[in-house]
């Protein structure tokens, strides 16, 4: 059944004046043009929808139902339409953002008070999601755009359709059991330090703990892993109580604050906070503002 708008629009003018005489003069068409139109409509539907009653067009039972189904119809495309063309404000999007722990912490809050001064008509929802498949929850359109990690001696590789936006670059940070706090400004030491004592880290399978192992060999560490924990706030309690090392970035800390003695890890070796999404997506507005409101939180980070 192929109808259209234009012809439901007459026809409910129809129903409701009786003529098409005077459907016509209420539309400002002609007589003929109404009558084309149900003609049209008519032969597009396989029961008749009108009954002669002398000059004037009674509806079959099969015109009722079409009548009472083509108001909802037709109302709903006055909605459709009075939303498009009013105030942006009105029209209210949700972008799904996939988060991690310690990223979400710092962002969130100032991404969604970010939209609620320059775009109150776009919604976050927030879905957590394992860092290591943003990408592929993109891909999956589980999430529009996504917080993701990237690691300057790990770079994840690019996938076909995905932009990668860079948010905010912070250096490893090595957490030292209490007694080796003297040792903090003596890389050499502290490197001396790092060989022969235990090391607290993720799994080798885990991309943060392949990223931790290549930031220690840039540092001429080779850790003896004693420990092995993915949980961050878990490495940082055994680093407090003196079992190892373990390694964490100033994100981390802010999610997990510790009194433990903390380095620099020699090197020079970064992790990076960056937005993920489909190159199509960032063609939505509500889109490009959580991404531009996600830049601008970690603006303050970058400058501090």
Not at 189 to 209: F, I, K, S
């Amino acid at each position: 059944m192929k109808w259209t708008f234009e012809q439901l629009k007459t026809f409910k003018v129809v129903a409701d004046r009786g003529t098409m005489t005077s459907a016509a003069e209420a539309l400002g068409f002609t007589p003929g043009a109404v009558s084309q139109q149900m003609a049209a409509l008519q032969a597009a539907l396989p029961r008749p929808i009108f009954a002669r009653d002398g000059r004037r067009v009674t509806l079959t039972d099969a015109g009722v139902t079409l009548l009472r189904h083509a108001r909802i119809l037709l109302e709903d495309e006055r909605k459709a339409a009075a939303a498009l063309s009013g105030p942006q404000s009105e029209q209210r999007s949700v972008v799904a953002v996939g988060v991690f722990g310690s990223a979400a912490v710092s962002a969130m809050q100032p991404a969604i008070e970010h939209l609620r001064e320059t775009s109150p008509h776009v919604a976050i929802q927030a879905v957590e999601v394992d860092v290591e498949n943003m990408p592929q929850a993109i891909l999956n359109d589980q999430i529009d755009i996504a917080l993701g990690l990237s690691y300057d001696d790990a770079p994840q590789p690019p996938m076909r359709g995905i932009v990668t936006v860079l948010l905010h670059r912070e250096p490893f940070l090595m957490v030292l059991p209490p007694e080796a706090a003297e040792l903090r400004e003596n890389n050499s030491a502290l490197v001396d330090y790092a060989n022969a004592t235990d090391w607290v880290l993720p799994p080798l399978e885990t991309y943060y703990g392949r990223a931790c192992r290549f930031a220690c060999a840039r540092a001429g560490i080779e850790p003896k892993v004693q420990h092995t924990v993915t949980d961050t706030a878990v490495s940082i309690s055994l680093a407090e109580s003196g079992v190892g090392i373990t390694l964490a970035t100033p994100l981390m800390m802010g999610l997990r604050p510790t009194d433990s003695p903390t380095a620099t890890l020699p090197g020079n070796s970064y992790r990076s906070v960056v937005a993920i999404a489909r190159s199509s997506a960032l063609e939505k507005e509500s889109v490009r503002a959580v991404r531009d409101a996600l830049t601008q939180a970690f603006t303050p980070l970058r400058t501090a």
